[in-house]
């Protein structure tokens, strides 16, 4: 029966959002809903996709085989996840890296050398006369250019978790045209697995196509 196994999903699950969610699905239960419609009041946690497809398959008498389907649909969207952030990780490693020796570079080692440049007495080439301003620069506006850094971080995360900025960051990156090819196949891909997956739940085509295309 659904009921007793997301009743015994939601003791078996530690993340609280999750544990409330499976708590307030058993509920419903017992008052009588479905479990698709139980779902389709989390959508913080269950895409509409899921909900309609768990919805058919109750009609249809298909529950395990396409809960089935969307548990092995999530591994793999969370395995292609983790390949993304694995690959990522060392690119982030080394800019960081890359920051905090420049940073030190500019705040200690530059500044430490600026007496021999000035014994030397002979006017110094360009290259150590733009990393000397750059040091100037750095030991008498460095927190203040740090705090402007800080504050566009915070304005462009912000921006880019709104509507607006959000739409134009996915413009731009469908437009790229190192990362639009790639940005494309993932949103195919995705598309076609939860096209197939609410088919095989038995929800009809046209209810299938608006809710796959849903999020992308």
Same mark, same amino acid.
């Not at 029966?1 to 544990?19: C, D, G, I």
């Not at 709104?162 to 413009?171: E, F, P, Q, V």
């Not at 990156?173 to 197939?196: E, H």
């Given at each position: ?19 409330a ?36 398959? *109750?009609?249809? /008498?298909?529950?395990?085989?396409? %809960?089935? #389907? ?5 591994? &793999? @969207?969370? $395995? ?9 990780t060392?690119p982030?490693?080394?800019l960081?890296?890359m ?39 750095? *030991?008498?506006? /460095?927190?203040?250019?740090?705090? %402007?850094? #800080? ?5 462009? &995360? @912000?921006? $880019?978790h ?10 731009a ?44």
């Open positions: 029966r659904p009921e007793r196994a997301v009743n015994l999903a939601a003791h078996m699950v530690s993340e609280t959002q999750a544990k969610a499976a708590r307030q699905w058993v509920e419903d239960l017992r008052a009588g809903k479905a479990l698709g419609t139980a779902m389709a009041r989390t959508p913080d946690l269950i895409p509409e996709s899921v909900a309609l497809a768990i919805a058919a398959a *109750e009609i249809a /008498g298909t529950l395990s085989k396409t %809960v089935a #389907a969307i548990a092995a649909s999530a591994q &793999v @969207a969370q $395995a292609t996840r983790d390949r993304i952030v694995s690959a990522l060392y982030v490693l080394l960081a890296t920051a905090g020796v420049l940073g030190l570079m500019f705040t200690t080692v530059i500044p430490s050398l600026k007496p021999l440049f000035a014994q030397a007495g002979a006017s110094m080439p360009w290259p150590a006369a733009v990393l000397v301003a750059i040091a100037d620069f750095s *030991e008498s506006y /460095g927190w203040a250019a740090l705090a %402007v850094l #800080a504050g566009l971080l915070i304005g462009g &995360v @912000a921006y $880019a709104s509507t607006a900025g959000r739409a134009r960051i996915d413009r990156l469908w437009n790229s045209t190192l990362l639009g090819r790639l940005f494309a196949k993932a949103a195919a891909a995705a598309f076609a697995r939860d096209l197939g997956m609410l088919l095989a739940g038995g929800t009809t085509m046209s209810r299938a196509f608006d809710a796959a295309l849903a999020p992308v």
